[in-house]
């Protein structure tokens, strides 16, 4: 499994692309404010996501991927539990390999193994195999929301 530690400037970096998302360093042994599932798992609070050197570099990412799929106004109120449809949380899925493609030493495979070992449920059996061969809703959900382009790269834009 993927962590925060091994990748903190990197996860840092690109999470600060998505401003005003602001990654927070907690303590080890701290409590994860904003963490729907507990510690070690990312927490959202407000336009901060809490992250610990335990926390899995995909639930960071996942976290992430909520903020920017969200509207606005669910950014403003945004108090551990992002909520959303279906269709928003396969898009944030979707949403967390292409950001992971942006971090320098974490393959697609390592995550999509880290997301399968996490438990993670898709029709196909597989993280690898749904985003390979069943997430066109997913990708059809983030180009109308603007968030990736029509060749399927990031955009770099929060959902209005």
Do not use: K
Not at 28 to 55: H, M
Not at 104 to 120: E, K, N, P, V
Not at 148 to 157: C, K, P, S
Request: charged share 30%; net charge negative.
């Amino acid at each position: 499994m993927q962590r925060y530690r091994d990748h903190r400037d990197a996860v840092d970096d690109l999470l600060r692309r998505f401003a005003p998302l602001e990654p927070v360093r907690v303590p080890a042994g701290e409590p994860i404010p904003g963490s729907y599932w507990g510690g070690p798992e990312a927490g959202l609070l407000g336009a901060r996501i809490f992250l610990r050197d335990d926390t899995p570099v995909h639930s960071a990412l996942h976290e992430a991927g909520h903020f920017v799929c969200m509207d606005a106004g669910r950014r403003l109120a945004l108090d551990t539990d992002a909520g959303g449809e279906v269709a928003e949380e396969d898009a944030v899925c979707y949403l967390q390999v292409l950001m992971a493609d942006q971090l320098g030493g974490i393959s697609r495979d390592q995550l999509f193994a880290d997301m399968d070992a996490w438990g993670y449920s898709f029709r196909l059996g597989n993280a690898q195999a749904w985003f390979e061969r069943d997430a066109e809703e997913a990708r059809d959900w983030l180009r109308r929301y603007g968030l990736i382009d029509r060749f399927g790269a990031l955009t770099w834009r929060l959902r209005a």
